[in-house]
């Protein structure tokens, strides 16, 4: 592995922006770089191998820079084949070997997805090959290629808008038709999206948060949750899907608290506050949410207590209730009690959690320093990118 490198993650969406899958890449470095490139997918590939799973990410797809010389060196076997898409820069493909070898990896059941490939002159023997066509909403010509594209007629290719960088291009795209969408738009905010309210079901767990942070005797947790038995499943689910290693079943909040205590409690709470919204709320912030809880809490483990680590999982879980619900964090935090340091950090990235939650954060942006933050935490470059990884598998355990 690349040992002073770290991996950044992009989404790729649907219309309903609802996460499709995610693109892993090196931070600032040349995708058709045969080393970098190499290295990154031997690292995923090991990371995969040790998964009791066996799977990165369920049933998302996992896009990876594949240049010409790892085609034709079969680079990706240790990859899962139906949901790897390997991403091809039709620059790469200027000799017969790469292009035979780029029809080989399609024909052993890999996903193939063309960048910057030209409709009026691409190879015609490659298109019932690939999976995907990418192409850049930055291109000035961009309404043309996505029109020459669709002349070619495709059904089961998906073109894709790369590159975009706020959700206004991500609604232009989406009134053109396009399907899949990929770039950085879930960082920014939303412009002229009307603020929401907490709807009764995060009322209700924010409540049962008060009521955790008091210690109060679980039967009157088991009271509150009872007015609804929807939400008493969704966090059974959750605590039953997280690997907890216990061998058994948690068959009710009683046994819960029972076996784990009740600072764990806590931070599945803080999930379930994060994720038990109605129509209006993007998924992919919901995601992102969850991943940077987990990410951040792992980042923490063994330089912080374990009580602290877990605070930072809730951090995590909060840092886009702002985004989510429209508001300022200042007005999310007049509804949301939580202690000044878990605030500090989420107003300013600051205090005991901050720069922890600052580095998880960083990690979904190319443009960020990801390397100071790490120096200045001693934590390196492999910790980092085992988290990630870590976390990213971790979110799919939950099915959300």
Same mark, same amino acid.
């Given at each position: 592995?690349?040992?002073?490198?770290?991996?950044?993650?992009?989404?790729?969406?649907?219309?309903?922006?609802?996460?499709?899958?995610?693109?892993?890449?090196?931070?600032?470095?040349?995708?058709?770089?045969?080393?970098?490139?190499?290295?990154?997918?031997?690292?995923?590939?090991?990371?995969?191998?040790?998964?009791?799973?066996?799977?990165?990410?369920?049933?998302?797809?996992?896009?990876?820079?594949?240049?010409?010389?790892?085609?034709?060196?079969?680079?990706?076997?240790?990859?899962?084949?139906?949901?790897?898409?390997?991403?091809?820069?039709?620059?790469?493909?200027?000799?017969?070997?790469?292009?035979?070898?780029?029809?080989?990896?399609?024909?052993?059941?890999?996903?193939?997805?063309?960048?910057?490939?030209?409709?009026?002159?691409?190879?015609?023997?490659?298109?019932?090959?690939?999976?995907?066509?990418?192409?850049?909403?930055?291109?000035?010509?961009?309404?043309?290629?996505?029109?020459?594209?669709?002349?070619?007629?495709?059904?089961?290719?998906?073109?894709?808008?790369?590159?975009?960088?706020?959700?206004?291009?991500?609604?232009?795209?989406?009134?053109?038709?396009?399907?899949?969408?990929?770039?950085?738009?879930?960082?920014?905010?939303?412009?002229?999206?009307?603020?929401?309210?907490?709807?009764?079901?995060?009322?209700?767990?924010?409540?049962?948060?008060?009521?955790?942070?008091?210690?109060?005797?679980?039967?009157?947790?088991?009271?509150?949750?009872?007015?609804?038995?929807?939400?008493?499943?969704?966090?059974?689910?959750?605590?039953?899907?997280?690997?907890?290693?216990?061998?058994?079943?948690?068959?009710?909040?009683?046994?819960?608290?029972?076996?784990?205590?009740?600072?764990?409690?806590?931070?599945?709470?803080?999930?379930?506050?994060?994720?038990?919204?109605?129509?209006?709320?993007?998924?992919?912030?919901?995601?992102?949410?969850?991943?940077?809880?987990?990410?951040?809490? %792992? $980042? /923490?483990?063994?330089?912080?207590?374990?009580? @602290?680590?877990?605070? &930072?999982?809730?951090?995590?879980?909060?840092? !886009? +209730?702002?985004? %989510? $619900? /429209?508001?300022?964090?200042?007005?999310?935090? @007049?509804?949301?009690? &939580?202690?000044?340091?878990?605030?500090?950090? !989420? +107003?300013?990235?600051?205090?005991?959690?901050?720069?922890?939650?600052?580095?998880?954060?960083?990690?979904?942006?190319?443009?960020?320093?990801?390397?100071?933050?790490?120096?200045?935490?001693?934590?390196?470059?492999?910790?980092?990118?085992?988290?990630?990884?870590?976390?990213?598998?971790?979110?799919?355990?939950?099915?959300?």
């Amino acid at each position: 592995m690349q040992e002073d490198k770290f991996i950044v993650r992009e989404p790729l969406l649907n219309p309903q922006e609802r996460v499709l899958g995610y693109e892993l890449g090196w931070q600032r470095t040349n995708d058709s770089n045969e080393e970098e490139a190499r290295a990154l997918v031997d690292f995923v590939a090991g990371h995969i191998s040790e998964m009791e799973s066996g799977t990165l990410l369920g049933d998302h797809l996992l896009f990876l820079a594949a240049p010409a010389a790892l085609l034709k060196a079969n680079a990706f076997s240790g990859l899962p084949k139906k949901r790897t898409v390997l991403a091809v820069r039709a620059s790469q493909l200027a000799d017969g070997d790469a292009v035979t070898a780029l029809k080989t990896c399609g024909a052993q059941g890999y996903c193939i997805s063309l960048r910057e490939a030209n409709p009026a002159t691409i190879d015609k023997s490659l298109l019932s090959f690939l999976s995907h066509v990418e192409i850049s909403a930055a291109a000035s010509d961009f309404a043309e290629q996505v029109r020459q594209w669709r002349a070619l007629d495709l059904p089961a290719v998906q073109l894709v808008a790369r590159d975009l960088g706020d959700w206004a291009q991500f609604d232009l795209c989406a009134s053109m038709g396009l399907q899949s969408f990929a770039g950085t738009m879930q960082l920014s905010p939303r412009e002229g999206s009307r603020p929401k309210e907490l709807n009764p079901a995060q009322t209700m767990i924010l409540q049962l948060m008060d009521m955790v942070k008091k210690g109060a005797d679980v039967r009157q947790l088991e009271s509150v949750l009872k007015h609804d038995a929807a939400i008493s499943y969704k966090l059974l689910r959750y605590i039953n899907s997280a690997g907890f290693g216990l061998g058994c079943e948690i068959q009710s909040l009683k046994h819960a608290v029972t076996l784990l205590g009740y600072s764990p409690l806590y931070r599945w709470l803080a999930l379930l506050m994060a994720t038990a919204t109605t129509t209006g709320y993007s998924p992919v912030l919901m995601q992102t949410a969850v991943i940077r809880g987990r990410f951040a809490e %792992l $980042l /923490g483990q063994g330089f912080l207590p374990k009580g @602290e680590a877990e605070n &930072l999982f809730v951090v995590g879980m909060f840092s !886009l +209730l702002d985004r %989510l $619900l /429209g508001v300022p964090m200042e007005e999310v935090l @007049e509804k949301v009690q &939580l202690s000044d340091a878990v605030s500090e950090a !989420l +107003l300013s990235r600051e205090g005991i959690y901050g720069p922890f939650i600052a580095l998880a954060e960083a990690c979904e942006s190319p443009a960020s320093d990801i390397e100071s933050m790490a120096g200045a935490l001693c934590i390196s470059a492999l910790q980092v990118n085992q988290s990630h990884l870590s976390a990213l598998a971790w979110a799919q355990s939950l099915h959300l």
